[in-house]
């Protein structure tokens, strides 16, 4: 049992989950509008994510609340270092067009982690996260720029209403699914960097997030090609993650958010791969 949970928290720490669940919405998006399936781009995906996030998460150890993980570094280091050589590997596999989309979220992402404005604007870390109020819109666009945007234009599909709505949801879908975290991490969090549970509370967090959960389906109605069996499965996927945030609280079970929440796109997929 303790192997077992030694293996979770690496999977989970490393940033195989959440980069398991980029791909996830990567594939949706890629079924959904039926424009086939680079698997180059996918694992290109994968090896990026686990490269960005271990980035932005370790880069300022000596702020990370989790000091348990400790560690588990070198071996994460290790195994981000082979993830590097794999996003290496697959950058070479890209259109140019498509490496350019994406080196405008690595600075994103780079800007996300390293200092670079005065502080005077800022709290103490001095980089994008630390902004107030602004490190969960920026991560819904990364997320929403890699799963939907660069994989169409990757498939050279041409922009159209379909495309923008679900970019909108993707963007909401991200937005809510955050609230869990930010509701988790309110023990943690600096009282400047404003997170929205911190300005308006857990509950009007959660009627907020359910106002979103709504309109993330509802709009699924307003699109050019409209297919039942899709939009049965956002309905599931709407009802679970308004019972994930229903139900969130600041003293969640360890993998409430982390796991459960995160993976939420990873059955997503599944369901999609199932009914195409």
């Known amino acids: 049992m303790q192997v077992l949970k030694r293996f979770l928290d690496f999977y989970i720490n490393s940033s195989i989950h959440v980069a398991l669940a980029v791909c996830g919405l990567v594939w949706v998006t890629l079924l959904n509008f039926n424009v086939g399936a680079d698997l180059d781009f996918v694992y290109f995906v994968f090896f990026a994510t686990i490269t960005g996030y271990n980035f932005v998460k370790y880069f300022g150890l000596a702020k990370f609340h989790h000091r348990s993980l400790a560690s588990w570094l070198k071996v994460i280091q290790v195994f981000s270092f082979l993830c590097f050589i794999g996003l290496i590997y697959y950058t070479f596999k890209l259109k140019a067009e498509t490496i350019f989309y ?6 994103i992402t780079f800007l996300y982690a390293i200092p670079f404005l005065p502080k005077k604007f800022l709290v103490e870390a001095g980089n994008l996260r630390a902004i107030s109020g602004l490190k969960i819109y920026v991560i819904a666009f990364v997320w929403m720029a890699t799963t939907v945007i660069i994989p169409l234009l990757n498939e050279n599909y041409v922009y159209n209403n379909d495309m923008l709505i679900e970019s909108i949801q993707r963007y909401l879908y991200v937005i809510i699914a955050m609230l869990p975290f930010e509701i988790r991490d309110m023990r943690y969090d600096s009282i400047k960097l404003s997170t929205i549970p911190q300005r308006i509370g857990v509950a009007r967090t959660k009627i907020i997030g359910v106002l ?3 309109i993330m389906f509802l709009i699924e109605f307003f699109k050019d090609e409209f297919y039942v069996n899709k939009t049965i499965i956002l309905g599931k996927i709407s009802v679970l993650l308004l019972l994930y945030l229903v139900f969130s ?18 059955l997503w997929a599944i369901l999609t791969t199932i009914n195409y």
């Open 102 to 107: 994406f080196l405008g979220l690595g600075v």
């Open 249 to 266: 609280s600041i003293n969640q079970k360890k993998y409430y958010s982390g796991f459960w929440v995160e993976g939420i796109p990873i």
């Open 212 to 214: 979103l959960i709504v």
